[in-house]
């Protein structure tokens, strides 16, 4: 009779054997902050519990993709053999081959625009990537790469242009997704304020429960506004253009909604937006600002609203 064991890998003997700069931290490091509630939401409430962590699951691919490991087979193999992929298990039961297979076709493939947007943002923001190279269909295109470069600067700005209006989608798209599922829950649930967590998978007073306090959680809490600060900025479109304000823009964008109405505070005034399917309307109590709409830009004058029929 065979046993498999799965080992363990401290955090003292990974210090000595992975070191501190590995690829394979990053990857632990950047998956650990993304919000992946599009990916849990793909799992039943009602079936049986994941074997190994979606996370988990998620660690073990991307960085089985940055080693170029792409057979769930051969998956499965690192996850036994190799020091790095026993290490981001962390314990949890090996995923075998049709585990791996399902995870990538049945749950990953619902929600994989939502956490490539996430992965390509953290790896920005830490500035493991910039942008200087574009590929389209296998064909690498670098800026100045040689003196044929105005041959494809045309290409390049076109496919580019094309990137980035696929990944502002996928933006408003997982922001949409988590008002209209993760957000819209505390609703469902009687909230008329944003509360100081919420976890869809709790029921009755376990909402309430917090701090080891049956009902020390906070229902009306200010750093859990997430999707205030996120319809403001995203779908109202106000965003400041000099500091403190001097200078702002306003691009409104409707998305999936039917209508959006608003107004956010800016320093020394606010800025008031109202835009349906047929007519947007916005107002500014202050001079600075300019309303960016289909790439034309007007100027918005204090206390005066300003109207176009779309």
């Known amino acids: 009779m065979s046993r498999h ?15 501190e700069n590995d690829s394979v931290r990053l990857c632990d490091d950047i998956i650990d902050e993304m919000n992946l509630y599009s990916l849990f939401h793909t799992y039943s409430d009602r079936g049986r519990k994941y074997a190994t962590n979606p996370r988990t699951l998620l660690r073990i691919l991307v960085y089985a993709n940055m080693q170029g490991i792409y057979s769930s087979r051969d998956i499965e193999t690192a996850c036994k053999r190799d020091i790095n992929f026993m290490w981001l298990l962390n314990g949890e039961k090996t995923p075998n081959h049709f585990e791996i297979a399902r995870f990538r076709s049945k749950r990953l493939s619902q929600c994989k625009d939502e956490i490539f947007y996430q992965l390509v943002n953290k790896l920005a923001e830490l500035k493991e990537i910039k942008f200087e190279h574009l590929f389209v269909d296998g064909t690498k295109i670098e800026a100045n790469a040689n003196k044929y470069s105005f041959v494809w600067k045309k290409s390049t700005n076109k496919y580019e242009s094309r990137l980035l209006e696929k990944l502002e989608k996928i933006h408003f798209d997982f922001i949409e997704n988590m008002i209209k599922t993760y957000w819209k829950g505390m609703l469902d649930l009687g909230a008329t304020t ?13 909402h309430y429960e917090m701090y080891s306090n049956k009902y020390g959680k906070s229902l009306c809490h200010a750093w859990g506004a997430s999707p205030i600060y996120l319809l403001g900025k995203y779908y109202l479109g106000v965003k400041p253009t000099s500091s403190g304000y001097e200078t702002f823009e306003v691009k409104p964008y409707l998305g ?25 309307s916005v107002m500014a109590t202050k001079n600075g600002g300019t309303l960016i709409w289909k790439d034309t830009s007007y100027t918005l004058e204090a206390n005066k609203e300003f109207n176009i029929n779309i």
């Open 5 to 19: 064991i799965q080992l363990l890998i401290s955090e003292e003997f990974a210090e000595k054997i992975i070191p």
């Open 194 to 206: 944003v509360w100081e967590e919420y976890n869809p998978n709790l029921s009755g007073t376990q």
């Open 256 to 280: 999936g909604f039917k209508f959006i109405e608003g107004v956010v505070p800016i320093k020394d005034g606010s800025v008031r937006v109202k835009m349906s399917n047929d007519k947007l």
